[in-house]
């Protein structure tokens, strides 16, 4: 009858509301006859579907900590400066198809043996991080990704990778990343028990749990902190202070509502990646113009990360010290000269030092052959200003 629509629209306060699908708590009952009794049953379905999905949300925080192999004893005695071979990545010359020094990782440790800082029985060696290491924070369904090549050669920006089969991707390009990746994790728990620790790679701050790029495949620096705050007893804050010239839009959607971890990020506003919607999750931001020097780099980092520290004393830094700062980068298009790279790096792990707070540090970008020799000067300039050694802080 035509008295049925206005009851309806009575009870459910119109025509419209009461004939609206899923999502507003109301259906059609009949033609158009809206019930109290139908309202009421979709309301308690609606309240135990909530219910329901709160015990899974509890249960998964509940979850104790998957079994790995990255946390383990590690003697004293070597440095904690964490490094493995399988970092490298060579693969038919196809790796210069990118600026990335590939293999810059080896380099940096060919230079501090010959300084006489470390031989291979004074350094850690790093450990491949595993599917359940990475499920800490990735998702299945991204891992599965990187099994077509067409995805990891648009991540590591070399299209060749696009045809060639997976299985020599995983072995040559994914491989060395994960090695790395178990390095940072592996890292942090020593910055912990040790007050300092260097992880020779890493620091692959574009990736988020998931979605790669920049030369980025897993969140080594997100995986870090979430080991951490899993498993090590009074970590509860993180800081992480990136100064690679690019922004870190990875970790940042990562910890978008995290109120744990609290992001400083100093980086060039014009290039790679422009990512506005990540840069919400930066506590404290440095957008730099091109061709920032020295003076004007060194004048801004400090007071930040001194302002930072007065506002918030996190349990750990993370130090994502990107060397694609350097002036004539073709990627970083700032000018910060060698002795400025090694000055940055000392103030970083001065102000921890002076807080006592244990600071990981991770090499991240740097698209210069000299960049290697610059980071091996900066930890032995670290190392001469007794800003790390072998003591706890």
């Known amino acids: 009858s035509r008295a049925e629509p206005s009851r309806a629209a009575a009870l459910a306060g119109s025509r419209d509301v009461a004939t609206v699908g899923p999502g507003s708590g109301l259906y059609r009952c009949g033609c158009w006859r809206v019930s109290a009794r139908c309202l009421d049953r979709t309301n308690y379905k609606n309240k135990y579907v909530r219910k329901k999905m709160s015990a899974v949300q509890n249960k998964k925080e509940d979850k104790q900590p998957h079994r790995t192999n990255l946390y383990f004893d590690i003697p004293s005695t070597p440095w904690p400066i964490v490094y493995s071979p399988d970092y490298n990545i060579t693969f038919l010359g196809l790796e210069k198809l990118h600026p990335f020094d590939s293999g810059k990782w080896g380099k940096i440790v060919n230079f501090l043996k010959e300084e006489m800082m ?230 970083i792990f001065k102000a921890a030092r002076i807080n006592k707070i244990p600071i990981l540090m991770v090499t991240s970008g740097g698209y210069q052959r000299s960049t290697a020799r610059i980071i091996a000067d900066s930890i032995l300039n670290l190392h001469h200003l007794h800003l790390i050694d072998q003591r706890l802080i």
């Open 118 to 347: 470390i031989n291979d029985e004074t350094i850690v060696r790093a450990r491949e991080a595993q599917e359940d290491d990475l499920l800490v924070v990735h998702s299945k369904r991204y891992l599965n990704k990187l099994k077509w090549s067409f995805i990891v050669a648009t991540i590591t920006e070399i299209m060749p990778v696009a045809f060639l089969p997976n299985f020599i991707i995983q072995r040559k390009v994914l491989r060395p990343f994960r090695t790395q990746t178990g390095g940072t994790i592996m890292a942090g728990k020593l910055a912990i028990d040790r007050g300092w620790a260097i992880n020779l790679g890493g620091g692959f701050h574009h990736c988020s749990s998931d979605q790669g790029g920049g030369f980025c495949a897993y969140a080594d620096i997100t995986l870090a902190i979430k080991f951490l705050f899993e498993r090590v007893e009074g970590v509860s804050k993180a800081m992480i202070i990136d100064l690679d010239a690019h922004q870190g839009n990875g970790h940042e959607r990562d910890f978008m509502d995290d109120n744990r971890v609290y992001i400083l990020d100093a980086f060039n506003r014009y290039i790679y990646p422009g990512d506005g919607y990540a840069k919400r999750a930066i506590k404290w931001k440095i957008e730099l113009e091109w061709d920032t020097e020295d003076s004007e780099y060194l004048a801004k980092v400090e007071a930040l990360v001194a302002k930072a520290l007065h506002e918030v004393t996190p349990d750990i830094i993370v130090y994502n010290a990107g060397t694609d700062i350097l002036d004539g980068d073709q990627l970083g298009g700032l000018a910060v000269s060698p002795q400025g790279i090694i000055k940055r790096d000392e103030a």
